[in-house]
């Protein structure tokens, strides 16, 4: 294969997985209970972050408010699937995001700088990207705020996670990720949200 013919294929197995993900986050949805309009539900996306491991890497994600001050958002992860580890920066005066997780189905493994927990899973090839080892277990119900500038990731468990983030409003372009593979989160053209990333 030349590479044009060897990326074409490449883009299409993503769009192949990222189409299959969101079959399995739209029933990961269903499961978690939360009442949801068939509009919000339309702009549920499969999110690669422009990198090459979806979906090791990855999210699916709604949007439920955005506001100039607010955002709040619902992440959806398959099993075991990671969110890589990223931090909300200041910048220009703002002090940086305020995110703050909340299971509302399955386990989310929230990931921060501090004690390194044992038996930390890292998605295969990307090791070289993750630093913060500290593991928060969430399970329904449970919530965890991550402060700006600190260095955070997300993990599933088996049965995979659906996330309400409430979080400040931010310039999302801003977030830094350290993978250098990573652009951040696409936002489809023609969505009402535009430009963002976690
Ligand atoms: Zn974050």
Redesign the pocket.
Known sequence: MTVATTKTHDALKLQKAKEEALIIYHELLKKSGIAITDEDRKTLFSVDLGGTHFPDEGLGSIDLLRTSRVRVSIILLLPGQTLPE???PSYEGEPG?E?TVRVLYGKTMLYVEGKPSDNVILPKGKEQWYTAMHRNTLLPGDQYT?QPKIK?WFQAGPEGSVNMIFQNKVDETR?LFFDPDLKGCQVPSGLKFQSGA?
């Open positions: 990223h931090l909300h995001k995110e991550v955070h977030n976690f």
